[in-house]
């Protein structure tokens, strides 16, 4: 991988395994009426090996249920792996204590999928957007004043119209913009945006979408986009996982991969956008060199780790 | 407006259901009267049919108007268990009691329901829910009255720490004296305690309930990514959220408190208006049953109301108009 020294990794979680009990609740009288109660378990990440490099734009994709939202909400610190580790600037997520803990959750901060969901209904905006700096050292007037800033940039204007709405007033674009204000007052380093437009009308996703590009721009945020949209994340960004029932299953700069997709489920995921498709061919098959992402960039054979080296960063998992 | 329908809906239904008794219910009381040993005139008889607003000859819509006006005078008729007097003066003197007693026991169980479901929403882990959410379920579905009546046989018959019966003891006279006051909070902290205990059960579930639906909302996880704590965005972020639907319930759980109270106002024999149905019931005393029925549909939907007010002023989407 390109050498990727230790102090550029924002993000990084190594073998991490996420397991969900679920209770099976099969109907009464189904004659899986014998299983039910029992509990099963989803394996939403597989040993899932994974960074952020400072100021880039790297993108998760992968059809529903493939354990994307389960790797944002690991990474924003919400959800514990039951193994594996996941670290900002070093540290463990999940051991950070006092000023540590602060700054990451100064420095992370996410854009949820569902903007009716994502804003407090009992909040005016100027509260929601407000919160944004809730451990940001400054005074009532500064925030307050930081706020319209902020929305004036998210095209929220006239700002005094917005400040005093609640979300239920808004539209559901105009709400992603306030969710997107919130996100990005308090300038954090790294972005995490879960389907950020995938919930809006055809017509504002580009808006939205621009927005958020412009907004990261201007700031060199560090940019996770989850999506299942490759058209969205090539527009977005330069770097890409595919995943595939929780695990990472190819990896690589964005152009490559779109380019020539190696593994059998990114070509399936690419048929569903024709347009970006057409020009892929099939992977070239190339010297075997498992990979441990993000570990020793020197190639160094470690056997168990079950993907192919293509070159140029560009991963995929042995089929 | 829904308001208002219901309200026409009751005393619709408080005007046909005398009329749809088999027989004529002013009849049947003359007749219980008569055989009670009273002597009535014919002048008294037709008095009586006044009294009901009851006079079958006449066409419906004019009885509906007779009926209407009685009400606006204050006029539900005359009991005839306790004849003479008014069913408006046998509710007016028994129901302060019951407000106190329903208010109270809602007030005390309500508010710590609320909190307690609201905490319990946020200590969340397997071991404590599967020890206190079938106990809170237990506790809720217990029937009142029959709570109220252990506490009566153990802590009045037995240990004999709390009367039996009444809303105050004989030995002090009525009005603002300690000795009164005293007496009538002693009277009334068992039937409370049986109505406020299994009205809280419900109201923690509930408020528990809501409590992690909110917490499971994304903006409930934006704010833990602004570095609220979870104690914080606990009390003062999503708890005001959750909040809302559990007033609600409040106002639906009225009714069930109401009509538990007829039970167990009958236990202790407290002398409200809840015990007076009772009787009523028993005593197959119409105009009295019907006058305290509508009593209890006003007050059930004073209570909707009061939650539809309070519900408007802290949810913004809700507005009266
Ligand atoms: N809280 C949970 N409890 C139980 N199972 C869960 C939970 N959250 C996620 N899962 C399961 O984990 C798997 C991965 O879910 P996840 O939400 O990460 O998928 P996703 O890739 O974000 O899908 P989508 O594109 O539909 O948002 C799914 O099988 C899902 O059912
Ligand atoms: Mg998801």
Redesign the interface.
Known sequence: MVGSPWSHEVLKAQGVNVVFRMRSSAPKGDHLASVARESFYVKALRNVDFQVLEGESVSLVGGSGSGKSTLAKVFLGFLRPKEGSVAYLGNDIYRLKGRRMREFRINVQPIFQDPYNSLNPARKISHSVQLGLFLHEMSKEQKEERVARTLEMVGLTPVDLFLDKYPHQLSGGQRQRAAIARAFIGQPKVIIADEPVSMLDASVRADILNLILKMKQSKNTTFLYITHDLATARYLTERMAVMEQGEIVELGKTEDIIESPAHEYTMRLMNAVPDIWHHGSRAPDRPVVPPRFGVDSDGEKDETSGYVDLGNGHYVKRG | MLLTGTFVAALLIDFTLPRLMPGNPVQTEVTNLIAAGFTLSPEAIKGMYALYGYNPNLPIYVQFYDYIVQLLHGNLGVSYIFFPQSVSYLIAQRLPWTIFLVSIAVAVSWIPGTFIGMFAAGKRNAKFDSIFTPLLNFISSIPNFWLGFLFLIFFAADLKIFPLFGAYSNTVTPGANLAFILSVLHHAILPILSLAIVAMGGYVIHMRNTMVGVMG???V????????SNRRIVRT??G??AL?PNITMLAISMGAVFGGNILVETIFTYPGIGYLSAVAVSGEDYSLILGIFLIFTIAILVANLMADLLYAW????VSLI
């Open positions: 909302d994304d903006f996880l934006v704010a833990r990514a602004k570095g609220l972020y999503a005001a959220n809302l802290l949810d913004p989407r």
